[in-house]
């Protein structure tokens, strides 16, 4: 498969999933091409959820040992990085999808988006790009496309499973397998608001949308008959409100909610060619196809 088919259907996959109407989308922000001609074949892929200099250092070692066309990244890097905030838009589709006033979500995610912003204009995001380039390593990063599908995945799991008190949803997250891995790690789904026994009621999941969104909806959340929030971690910052909040929180895991949506959008790419996928940081590819 040629790198510029493989971003096309990474990004058309991703589109299928969001929130929003497809036709409101052109592109995802903190997802890029970020090195590489458009007509290289690729058949070998390193993956990983965090992508680095040293990273890109053992890439290099295995293409010249066993070849290797492609390194992905999960997080943004580079220019991708820089403007991941501006992802952050579909959380207003979310939001409003719960009950939320539009204008109110609107708000709360604008105010965010330049907390993010302020945050990231100092860093010094294009490293790892500058290794690819000096090493002349393709190089990609994949983040809300594969984000967008392990949402839809959970959402949809829960849905259909209905559970009715916090601990079920314990039961179901713990038998996918990205998760029942990471609990053998030490990293699995836990409950840290809550208990066990307490009734689900409506559930929010947040595993989309770039980072956090504001740490002020969580109120406006409970208005709306949400009890519990389902999220692939949470600041000590946001803690602290839905804490004040008195809702449920599940955390299924960051590392491992990423990989299974990764896991997710790869299994559709490879509907049309397989690749040899070398796993790296933190990232276990498994297969549902």
Known sequence: MKLSHLY???????KERDPRKKSRISSFEDTAL??????????????????DTGELLLADKIRREEGLDLVISH?????????????????????????????VAQALIDERKLEVERRVMPQNHMRSTDAARLLDLPFMCV???????????IKGLLDKEKPERVENILDILNK???????????????????NLRRPVGKIFVEMTGGTEGSKDVYDKMYKTGIRTLVSMHLSEEHFKKV?????????????SSDTLGLNLLLDRIEKEEKFEIVECSGF??????
């Open 143 to 153: 983040h809300t496309p594969a984000d967008n599908h392990v949402s839809c995945f």
């Open 176 to 194: 996918i397998p990205e998760y029942k891995g990471a609990a053998r790690d030490l990293a699995g789904p836990r409950v840290i608001l809550g």
């Open 8 to 14: 096309s259907q990474l990004i058309k996959f991703g």
């Open 284 to 289: 276990r590819r498994v297969r549902r196809n």
């Open 34 to 51: 970020l090195y590489g001609e458009a007509d290289t074949d690729i058949k070998k892929i390193m993956v990983g959820i965090d992508i």
């Open 243 to 255: 804490k004040d909040v008195n809702l449920n929180v599940v955390i299924a895991g960051h590392i």
């Open 75 to 103: 997080h943004p890097q580079g220019r991708a990085y820089a403007a991941f905030y501006e992802v952050m838009q579909l959380q207003v589709n979310m939001l409003v999808s719960v009950g939320i006033n539009k204008k």
